[in-house]
C-alpha cells in the first residue's frame, strides 16, 4: 500500500512537471529578453519579416544606437541576402533612419555565424556594447550563441525582442503561429546546445 503511494505521488509530480514544462515552454524562450540601453552598434538578426527592422528604427530614433547592422537570411544564397538586406535597409531609411547609419553582413548564414562576425566588427571599430534584435522565441538560443562567442572579450551584449501580435508566450499553444515557433526553437535549441 505504502509502495503503491509512493509511486501515485511520483507519478502525480511528474505529471505537474510535464504540464508546467508544457505551459512555459514560450515564456522560457522569450525570458532572456532585456531592456534596451544605449549601445555602440544594434544588429538586426536576419530571419526578418518587418518585427525586427521597425523595432530596430524605434530603437535608433530613441537614441539607443547609431549604427545598425543587418544581417542576412540564414540558409540563402548570399546572392538573395543582398537583396533580402536591401528591402531591411529601405524600411529602416523610411522609418528614418540614414542611410549612413545602416552597415550589412551579407556573409552570416546562421545565428553562430552573426554572433562572431559582429563580434569581429566590434573589435575591429573599437565598439564594446552591441543591442541583437531579434524575434521573442529566439531569446534562448541567442543568449546561448551570443553568450558563449563573447565570453571573456570584454564586450556587452543586451537581447532585445520584437513585440510581434502572434506571439502567445503564456498560451503559445492557442496560436499556431506561437506554436510553431515554440515547437521549432526547442529542436533548434536542442541542436544548437548538441552541436555547436
Known sequence: MRMRLGRWLLAAAL????????????????????????????????????DRSLTAARLYRQGL????????????????????????????????????????????????????NARRLMEQKGWRSVIVVSDPHHMRRLSWAWGRVFTESGLKFRLVATSPDWWKPGRWWLDEKSAQAVITEHIKLVYYLAVK
Request: charged letters at 20%; zero cysteines; hydrophobic letters at 45%.
Open 15 to 50: 505529471l505537474v512537471t510535464v504540464v508546467v514544462a508544457f505551459g512555459q515552454a514560450g515564456n522560457f524562450l522569450s525570458s532572456p529578453a532585456q531592456r534596451p540601453e544605449h549601445a555602440d552598434l544594434m544588429v538586426v538578426l536576419g530571419g526578418d519579416v518587418g
Open 65 to 116: 544606437a547609431t549604427r545598425i547592422l543587418l544581417t542576412g537570411v540564414e540558409g540563402r544564397p548570399s546572392e538573395v541576402r543582398e537583396h533580402y538586406q536591401n528591402w531591411r535597409a529601405q524600411v529602416l531609411m523610411k522609418a528614418g533612419v540614414p542611410q549612413d547609419a545602416i552597415l550589412f553582413d551579407s556573409v552570416s548564414a546562421n545565428s553562430m555565424e552573426e554572433a562572431v
